[in-house]
């Protein structure tokens, strides 16, 4: 995954989460679970993991659906021309200064109009790594103790398509410290756990 | 809340009862003018004969009215098919008028434009030129400019988008409907008398262009409240030797549109062609493009017309061919939204401007005026609403 290109702006946001409006949806992006980007300056940018795509009501497509004569030219005119309002809700999981980046929310939130984009394999990559053999997983707390945001969903999203993006010979690795790290914080909760747990079970080599 | 509901509610109620006491007369009226549509529907000669003294009667007071154009007044002629390829581009505008009370008095035309090409399955192609800022909104004599002239303009700049999206066709051999929302012909009435005929040379000049490039301007006016028909049959009505100012003035039909004649038009179906007969639209017609309408109903619900009038020139008028592919489009560019040209929707929505977009440029200019070392500052007046209103 290297999209670079902005796929939507900051609405309103606050210190743990932001809003970003979009204007069509890409094919298979974004998606639930995706890493976002927005880059506050040249050498700071804050973290997000989107929770929620949101297709928001709109009087003309109504109006259009009660017509009930959609010819292929008006999809597409609504689709590609339109600003159909798409807003994509992200949770705030950490910041960069410099080169640094910490898990964690940020001193200062996005601002509006600021851009968003995917992250690339290699910010996904950055984001987690610590050596090359030790990952690091503390936004996993910030995800669970979210309360407006599918948690479960978002932690097996995100976290396979994390794997996704470390070479393949380290994937299973990255799998089974991901798991350890959330055996850690969901100690009290077993089923929870065994459900998520069972869903980013890495393959067996 | 400052309007005092609770006071206004009998007044409310007393419109209800008025509206509903009217009616038996209006529905009476109405009898008395359909009979006269049917009775003169191909009485051609004789109502060419009264119009033409009605004409002649003062030139201060111009008669206006619908002519027949070769059709039984009251005719109804059926959805033709439409054809399998044919392109409709739309424009519409919007502005801000210029407030002595702003930062500065100016005023800005933003027009919207959307090309639809049916049978092509291209994506609809939006387009949006420059939005056009003018600050210097004064007269000769430092007068503000008149909403009225800003409003020529924008209907200039929407003919002139029409014929620019036309001259960027890729394939122009299919047919090509240039559309507007509200009337073909620039309202110039409140305008001086030189500047109706300046702004009328120019929009003229486009409609002309148009026939060269083969495109088909129209003008499609939803819920019309015109009574060119009307006006026809009031005169119809009455003997040649009796026709006056004063009796054409009492026109026992005044409480009806055109529209309420045309409820017997069927899902689909448009009324016969009608040519506008009006002093200021002389220079249409001497020019070839005398402004012809027919009304159309583009519902689909046989008990709920959805009726639009849509104005043509002359020599779209004269060519039965396309005059059917016209009617065609536009059914079923309406029925794409339940009863309102698609295109036309779109080109609103393309040109409309928001009170959001509205502050962002007013910022935008104050921002401007200041880096050029001005003082821009809204009038005690605005900045008080501006209080008492938040």
């Known amino acids: 995954m290297t999209n670079s290109f902005p796929i939507g702006w900051v609405l309103r946001a606050g210190t743990a989460d932001f809003a970003v409006g979009c204007r069509v949806l890409e094919p298979n992006v974004p998606q639930f679970g995706d890493m976002v980007k927005v880059p506050l300056t040249d050498s700071s940018a804050v973290f997000g993991l989107i929770y929620n795509v949101q297709v928001e009501d709109d009087l003309a497509v109504r109006q259009l659906i009660l017509a009930g004569e959609l010819e292929p030219q008006i999809i597409k005119d609504q689709r590609e021309n339109r600003l159909v309002p798409i807003e994509l809700s992200i949770l705030t999981v950490g910041h960069q200064q410099d080169r640094r980046i910490s898990h964690g929310l940020p001193p200062q939130p996005p601002l509006s109009l600021d851009k968003l984009t995917i992250c690339s394999d290699a910010d996904l990559r950055a984001f987690t790594r610590v050596t090359d053999y030790t990952y690091r997983f503390d936004y996993l707390r910030l995800v669970l103790n979210a309360t407006h945001a599918p948690t479960d969903e978002l932690l097996i999203a995100s976290l396979n398509r994390a794997a996704q993006a470390q070479p393949p010979e380290i994937r299973r690795r990255f799998l089974l410290a991901a798991g350890r790290e959330l055996a850690r914080l969901m100690s009290l909760d077993m089923m929870r756990l065994d459900g998520i747990l069972q869903r980013i079970k890495p393959e067996q080599e | ?390």
């Not at chain 2, 392109?87 to 930062?103: E, K, N, R």
């Not at chain 2, 309202?187 to 009328?200: A, E, G, M, T």
């Open chain 2, 1 to 390: 809340m400052t309007l005092k509901l609770n006071q206004v509610a009998r007044q409310i109620q007393t419109m209800g009862q008025d509206l509903a006491q009217q009616k038996p007369e209006r529905d009476e009226a109405l009898v008395r003018a359909k009979r006269l549509l049917h009775n003169f529907a191909t009485e051609f000669s004789t109502l060419a004969n009264l119009i033409d003294r009605a004409e002649k009667i003062d030139d201060r007071f111009g008669w206006v009215g619908a002519a027949p154009a070769g059709e039984p007044l009251d005719a109804a002629f059926s959805l033709p098919n439409c054809p399998e390829q044919i392109t409709v581009i739309a424009s519409d505008g919007s502005q801000i008028l210029p407030d002595q009370h702003a930062i500065y008095p100016y005023y800005l035309i933003n027009i919207g434009s959307i090309t639809y090409q049916h049978g092509s399955n291209q994506t609809p192609d939006p387009f949006n030129p420059e939005p056009d800022l003018n600050y210097q909104p004064f007269d000769d004599q430092g007068r503000l400019i008149s909403s009225a002239e800003i409003n020529v303009q924008r209907d200039l700049g929407e003919l002139a988008v029409l014929l620019n999206r036309v001259q960027q066709l890729d394939t122009p051999p299919q047919p090509v409907v240039t559309l507007l929302d509200g009337p073909l012909a620039l309202r110039v009435i409140d305008l001086p008398f030189d500047q109706q005929k300046q702004y009328q040379t120019a929009y003229i000049e486009i409609l002309t262009d148009l026939q060269r490039q083969q495109a088909w301007p129209a003008g499609y006016i939803d819920r019309p409240r015109s009574t060119y028909l009307l006006s026809l049959l009031h005169l119809a009505s009455l003997a040649p030797e009796t026709l006056t100012e004063d009796a054409l003035r009492r026109n026992p039909f005044r409480q009806l549109t055109d529209l309420d004649l045309f409820g017997f038009l069927e899902p689909g179906q448009r009324s016969a062609l009608f040519a506008i007969k009006a002093k200021n639209l002389q220079r249409y017609a001497a020019l070839g493009h005398a402004i012809h309408f027919f009304y159309l109903n583009v519902g689909r619900d046989k008990n709920t017309p959805v009726l639009a009038r849509v104005e043509v020139p002359g020599w779209l008028a004269a060519d039965k061919t396309s005059l059917e592919a016209l009617h065609a489009v536009l059914v079923r560019q309406a029925r794409l939204t339940g009863g309102y040209p698609y295109v036309l929707a779109r080109a609103d929505e393309l040109a409309v401007i928001s009170s959001e977009e509205r502050d962002a440029l007013e910022m935008m200019i104050g921002i401007e005026m200041r880096r050029q070392g001005l003082k821009p500052e809204i009038s005690r007046k605005l900045q008080s609403k501006k209080s008492y209103r938040s």
